[in-house]
T-cell receptor, first 114, second 110 residues
Framework: EPEVTQTPSHQVTQMGQEVILRCVPISNHLYFYWYRQILGQKVEFLVSFYNNEISEKSEIFDDQFSVERPDGSNFTLKIRSTKLEDSAMYFC????????????FGAGTRLSVL | GQSLEQPSEVTAVEGAIVQINCTYQTSGFYGLSWYQQHDGGAPTFLSYNALDGLEETGRFSSFLSRSDSYGYLLLQELQMKDSASYFCAVSTMGNTPLVFGKGTRLSVIA
């Protein structure tokens, strides 16, 4: 069964450093999302991406964040200068043209900012 | 604003039936989804309702009442592996971001 793949599974970084989280969505999907989940809390939307541009973003997604689809398969989330409060699990998700209400999530990247 | 309310914890006995409720207040509504998340794992899609009524998928069923802004997830013949967090989530269009509730932690005991 096709799945969303995320790398790395765990990223440790120093405050102020840049990190790039990588995702390979399901191949024929058109809609891509990043969510985050702080430990013990709910999943929160960050940004959605369609047709090579951001379609929607939350107030969390400030100027420190950016997304890219550099080629036909990868979807990346960059945090320019990490803060302690960026420590969370980051999930990538994708959905297809049909049954687009179903989002398929990757296993996540745990980001630890020290 | 957007808010979804669901119980924080539920405990049930193996083999029993449990119902997890969700009420929502959102600006726009397209459908209500349910996701399961085991500790350290990814949210996994379980069920979806866009119209009023019951949707059945094996041991899991989900119900929606749009007029009451209310839905529930019903888990039957509970198994130990069902111990996980369950999130309700609203979508305002078919391919828009999901707004998640805070999740209900289900513990299945012997």
């Amino acid at each position: 069964e096709p799945e969303v793949t995320q790398t790395p599974s765990h990223q440790v970084t120093q405050m102020g450093q840049e990190v790039i989280l990588r995702c390979v969505p399901i191949s024929n999907h058109l809609y891509f999302y990043w969510y985050r989940q702080i430990l013990g809390q709910k999943v929160e939307f960050l940004v959605s991406f369609y047709n090579n541009e951001i379609s929607e973003k939350s107030e969390i997604f400030d100027d420190q964040f950016s997304v890219e689809r550099p080629d036909g398969s990868n979807f990346t989330l960059k945090i320019r200068s990490t803060k302690l409060e960026d420590s969370a699990m980051y999930f990538c998700a994708s959905s297809g043209r049909t049954r687009s209400h179903i989002q398929y999530f990757g296993a996540g990247t745990r980001l630890s900012v020290l | 604003g957007q808010s979804l309310e669901q119980p924080s914890e539920v405990t049930a006995v193996e083999g029993a039936i449990v119902q997890i409720n969700c009420t929502y207040q959102t600006s726009g509504f397209y459908g209500l989804s349910w996701y399961q998340q085991h500790d350290g794992g990814a949210p996994t899609f379980l069920s979806y309702n866009a119209l009023d009524g019951l949707e059945e998928t094996g041991r899991f069923s989900s119900f929606l009442s749009r007029s009451d802004s209310y839905g529930y997830l019903l888990l039957q013949e509970l198994q130990m592996k069902d111990s996980a967090s369950y999130f309700c989530a609203v979508s305002t269009m078919g391919n828009t971001p999901l707004v998640f509730g805070k999740g209900t932690r289900l513990s299945v005991i012997a």
